[in-house]
């Protein structure tokens, strides 16, 4: 089945405790990106990937890392979380990035306290 | 600076009526436009998109319009089921500065559909 997997699906951690939210797509998609969903506020984009080690910031890049090491992983990387970086985090990939169709993951609930 | 906006937060409709979402934008360059369904607890989906050289977009009981001149979009749901009751999110697709393709949503409008 093509889809996105992200992992873990809920995580409560505390501030400044590093952490690693894992995204995989089996579809080839050269794209892929991450979001953050908060109250009011929609999807904003955190950072994005065209293709292997070629990744740019988005719209809320301060306090998250990325990486592109293989073409179907995209992991982020929170060094330091703090408690405003708790949010609903989304993971999506695309075959075409010009028009869009991203194939999102089921998403990760991160709460830091 | 929101580049994508949807001014409505929700929005309620009898189901067999149709449904009407709205859509602005101001970044001219974008080349595409989508629209996305949320369900609660799961990722968006896709759900239906237009080309900027285009003007509508059919597919079953969605359609897109898209007014270029009032950098202006609307999604058509007819008729409204209540399995169409989600959050509805607005999306537009442009070259970044970087020269890779970004994606730009809006802030989302929850439509209800009442039997």
């Known amino acids: 089945e093509a889809q996105v997997t992200q992992n873990p699906r809920y995580l409560i951690t505390v501030t400044g405790k590093k952490l690693t939210v894992t995204c995989s797509q089996n579809m080839n998609h050269e794209y892929m990106s991450w979001y953050r969903q908060d109250p009011g506020l929609g999807l904003r984009q955190i950072y994005y990937s065209m293709n292997v080690e070629v990744t740019d910031k988005g719209d809320v890049p301060e306090g998250y890392k990325v990486s592109r090491k293989e073409k179907r992983n995209f992991p982020l990387i929170l060094e330091s979380p703090s408690p405003n970086q708790t949010s609903l985090y989304f993971c999506?990939?695309?075959?075409?990035?010009?028009?869009?169709?991203?194939?999102f993951g089921s998403g990760t609930r991160l709460t830091v306290v | 600076d929101q580049q994508v906006k949807q001014n409505s937060p929700s929005l309620s409709v009898q189901e067999g009526r149709i449904s009407i979402l709205n859509c602005d934008y101001t970044n001219s360059m974008f080349d595409y436009f989508l629209w996305y369904k949320k369900y609660p607890a799961e990722g968006p989906t896709f759900l239906i998109s237009?080309?900027?050289?285009?003007d509508k977009n059919e597919d079953g009981r969605f359609t897109v319009f898209l007014n270029k001149s009032a950098k202006h979009l609307s999604l058509h749901i007819v008729p409204s089921q209540p399995g169409d009751s989600a959050v509805y999110f607005c999306a537009a697709s442009g070259r970044s500065g970087a020269g890779s393709y970004q994606l730009t949503f809006g802030k989302g409008t929850k439509l209800s559909v009442i039997p």
């Open positions: 237009i080309s900027s050289i285009k």
């Open positions: 999506a990939s695309s075959l075409y990035g010009e028009s869009g169709g991203y194939t």
